[in-house]
């Protein structure tokens, strides 16, 4: 291929793309959007010995005198933002309670826990490692090296 053969077919393909039809553009105003109702799903039942999350119900909704009865009974199941808000509150308050339990019973240093146990453990089979492997050597029972070091120690004299 030269030189005019190119240049004659980029030529064309740009005839092609100036002649391509546009796509339609649509407009939509937010005067024509019709607002979606959220609404509260209707939850079973619980016997009362359950233990509930939350304590408080929907906050009761008081009904303006323009509003007709149909509509006061339907806007009852209706989420406002204030109800979403008061529940996000509770939830807050409930899962940081929760972190606060869980970060005292964790944080826990003295005590009967369960890491401290296993360190006392390892410490006591150190402690009876060293006392056999002392007996071993030098032939003295763990007993009487106990009664020795409580006389060298200054604390009793036990000969």
């Keep these: 291929m030269n030189t005019s053969q190119v240049?004659?077919?980029?030529?064309?393909?740009?005839?092609?793309?100036?002649?391509?039809?546009?796509?339609?553009?649509?407009?939509?105003?937010?005067?024509?959007?019709?607002?979606p109702e959220l609404k509260?799903?209707?939850?079973?039942?619980?016997?009362?010995?359950?233990?509930?999350l939350f304590q408080q119900d929907a906050p009761a909704t008081s009904t303006p005198a323009s509003v007709s009865a149909p509509e006061a009974s339907t806007s009852s199941k209706t989420v406002?933002?204030?109800?979403?808000?008061?529940?996000a509150k509770e939830m807050t308050k409930y899962f940081n309670d929760v972190k606060l339990e869980k970060l005292i019973v964790d944080s826990k240093?003295?005590?009967?826990?369960?890491?401290?146990?296993i360190n006392n453990g390892r410490w006591v089979m150190m402690g009876f490692a060293i006392g056999?492997?002392?007996e071993y050597a030098t032939g003295v029972d763990f007993i009487h090296q106990l009664a020795l070091?409580?006389?060298?120690?200054?604390?009793?004299d036990l000969d």
């Design 132 to 134: 056999l492997l002392t």
């Design 40 to 52: 509260r799903p209707e939850a079973p039942k619980q016997p009362e010995e359950s233990k509930k």
């Design 149 to 156: 070091m409580v006389s060298y120690l200054g604390i009793a």
């Design 7 to 35: 240049l004659g077919a980029t030529r064309q393909r740009a005839s092609l793309l100036s002649h391509a039809p546009r796509r339609a553009s649509v407009v939509v105003r937010a005067s024509e959007l019709k607002k």
């Design 80 to 87: 406002t933002v204030e109800y979403q808000r008061q529940r």
């Design 109 to 117: 240093v003295f005590g009967w826990t369960p890491a401290n146990e």
